[in-house]
């Protein structure tokens, strides 16, 4: 599974939190408002936050249209766009802040309250008010990550000139097992984030500047306090999630190691002291261990979950299908089409068959609209963002993912995970727009994966894409080992990217020092390492879609952890008994009705409240994670006896990785 995807990939917008204004008078006309921002007199603080959803809703088209374009059609043109509108919104938001302050103190609603002490977390991107460095900071966040949509990796010279885009580099660490062409595919993507670094550090003095306007220390303040409880115990909670699971990955990283030895052999299959050697691990940012199952299956054939070889065999037969159509004797543009044909249709097959899993639970088909402006494959005209991601384009029901489908698992379950994005825009769009979004970000991130749990080999086998499941022990081993290759793989790169950040935004890492500090945060918490040298002329951070799209990253850790809270509190409802791991709530109305309940609440009240109405506790708690996974943490437990498992950075042991120190809040 890639993780992959950011709530829509709007830079502007993705940090919009929970704010509420649903007890508020209905909403002006937005035409017969004045422009956006401009204070009106004779307001209370209800009247205020009506004028704020009106204003909001009314340009959000427009920001979201012009972000889609510079994502699905890179280029100067679109790029301008873009920054244009984010200046705008930003703009827009710094006045609304700035007007909020005149309500301080005086009688409100308690929704209106809530929302004005939101207002200013609306975005991840605080902006100066100084209106040059607001469009300074708008270009560079539109050139970075048009940056990292046309980057390609270029080798040779004149005719022979071969440049890969980051799809091909990732198929290179996907499917091939040769030491150096992976090295080499590892190394070229990470060469197009060099061009970003002083870009980057200009952009993290910029927000820091528009950050502490708004009476904060810094950007990473600001983020980590909009989790309904300040900004140090939401640290410290991280660190305690952390401590509950990270025993499960140390016996994971153990086994993956031996294994990865096994193949590459001793000097290769490691780095240093025991780190994992970033380039071997079959994904670009080592989140995601799925691509090793050659290597790391426990017991070979037992239980087939060959969800990628059914996958390829479906295009196959699309693509025979084609070619019929096209007569014998095609030649190579009839074939060319045919594949291409070929290729759209298993990508819609496969996103039919994740919509499938939502309408068995009650929630409706997707509009048409999704499907004729959805983009499914990377088009052949155009540079595009192919990271997945899910879009919310008028707070109205035209919604879309963006994707580059390739037939294969991971592409497979990104598709039930951006859609649980897209079910979850659909069920609070009837919720005034400063009320539409996730209770906090972590659930709008799990949402889509408490579908891929409920995955389970019997779910696999019921729509044909795995063949019939024995009862075996091996069975249920390799069931559980292809599962935690996604899920417990990524808890500490879900971890590591904002701990860098945090770092970054409060100056504990200096420019000089931005690649050191990643790598140092990499291999203290996921044991992995660069095989080669990796100096500051470098900037890897920017290689990973999050940072130069400035998405915070902490969100993925959580649903990591929120996603099996969900999963066991919907079996629970589907009358399941037996083993959590054994559960699937496919076709359960009764499930489908307490998570569309909870969709639908969005962000009208502190998640702790929404997660207790699902799941009976207001606290995130990793017990449901070790409960799935104990089987399989037993099992990797035997086999890593007498090995030496965890692994040393700088000559300290980096299996307890030491929590992070609080930061101040103003």
Known sequence: MNHRHLLPSLALVAGLLSLSACNTPAPPDPAATASPGTAQDGEDADAFVARVNAEYKAMYPELSSAQWLSSTYINDDSERLAAKAQERWLGTLNGWIEEAGRFE???MSPDSARALAQLKLMTAMPAPKDPAKLSELTRIAARMEGTYGKGAYCTGEGPARQCRQLGQLEDVLRASRDYDAQLDAWQGWHSIAQPMRPDYARFVELVNEGAREMGYADAGTMWRSGYD???????????RLW??????????HCYARERLQQTY???????????????LMGNMWQQDWGNLWDMLEPYKGAGNLDITGALERQYQRDLGAALYRRGPGADAKARFEAEREAQAQVARQMTERAQDFYVSLGMPRLPESYWQKTQFIKPLDRDVVCHASAWDMDMEGDVRTKMCI??????????YHE????YYYLAYNGQPPLFQNGANDGFHEAIGDTIVLAMTPSYLESIGLVQSQGQSRQALINAQMRMALAKVAFLPFGLMIDRWRWGVFDGSIAPDHYNQAWWELKARYQGVAPATPRGEEFFDPGAKYHVPGNTPYTRYFLSHVLQFQFYKSLCEAAGHTGPLYECTFYDNAE????????????AGQPWQATLKELTGSEQIDGGAVLEYFAPLQEWLQQQNEGRSCGWQTGGTTATAPPPAAPQPQT
């Open 406 to 415: 390739k037939p294969n698992e991971e592409d497979f379950t990104t598709i």
């Open 243 to 252: 401590e509950q699971v990270r025993p499960l990955y140390e016996q994971l």
């Open 105 to 107: 103190g005086r009688p």
């Open 265 to 279: 052999g001793v000097e290769r299959g490691r780095v240093g002291e025991g780190l994992l050697p970033a380039h």
């Open 591 to 602: 499930a489908g009705r307490k998570f569309q309940t909870m969709l639908a609440k969005g």
């Open 419 to 422: 859609l649980g994005h897209v």
């Open 229 to 239: 409880m300040p900004a140090d115990a939401f640290a410290a909670e991280t660190d």
